[in-house]
Structure formats: C-alpha cells, structure tokens
C-alpha cells in the first residue's frame, strides 16, 4: 500500500486534467496492480473521470453546470460570493472521490479517458488530493 498527495494550483472555474500527475505518482510506488483511490479535500472542488480528446466536452460540462446550478441570490450561505454555494452544490453533484484500477504500472483508463480536478470557485485556489494505492 502506498499513501501520498497532489497539490494542484487551479486557475479558476475549471477542469484540468491530473491524470499525468497521477500517473507520476503512481509510478513512484512500484505498486504494479491493484486500486488507486483519489480523494479531494474540499466541498468547492470535485473529481471526475471525462473524455480528454476534445475539449469541447469540457466546456460544455462546465456550461451544463453552470446553467444547473446559476450563480443568484436563492441561496442562504453565500459567505464566500455568489459562487460559494453554486460551488458546494456541483461537488456534490460531480463527487470527491474516485476508484481507478492500474495494471503493469498503468492506470486502467479507456482510450478517450482523463482524470480531471474540477475547480468550481471563480478565484484560483491551491487543492489537495489525497492517493491510496493498494495492490500488489
């Protein structure tokens, strides 16, 4: 088993792709198979697995979002702005974690696949992402 973190500086409202990162870091373990668990460390980010060919796709997920979820004055907690709780409610709808299995070294994503942080705050912040890998 293997324990680390990714710290990874957004640039705003955003998906970048972390799964090079991810990859490194999984490299370092000498873990050959098994199961990688990732988990973000906050209630205004999320984690999501989407296609990394076009990035069209990305866009229009953030768009998707955003037109779900708007940036207005419906909602109680706003302590941070407007886009406080906007950014709550698309973590939850995207996730804070997820499973990836790896074998020979190599992450088990398909072809079209990347792993992307989601920043859903206006303002850049510094996130963490926790990596358990477990095999063999």
């Known amino acids: 088993m293997a324990h680390g973190r990714l710290h990874i500086r957004t640039s705003g409202e955003s998906l970048t792709d972390v799964s090079g990162d991810v ?10 198979t098994g199961t990688l668990s990732l988990f973000c460390r906050h209630t205004s980010a999320g984690l999501l697995i989407s296609e990394n060919a076009d990035p069209s796709v990305q866009r229009d997920l953030l768009l998707w979002l955003d037109r779900s979820v708007p940036q207005d004055d419906r909602y109680e907690h706003d302590c941070e702005g407007p886009d406080d709780m906007p950014a709550h409610i698309k973590s939850v709808v995207t996730g804070g974690a997820l499973t990836v299995p790896f074998a020979a070294g190599r992450l088990l994503l398909g072809t079209w696949q990347a792993i992307y942080l989601a920043e859903f705050r206006g303002q850049s912040h510094q996130r963490e992402v926790v990596l358990t890998a477990i095999g063999e």
């Open 23 to 32: 990859q490194r870091w999984l490299d370092q373990t000498r873990i050959a």
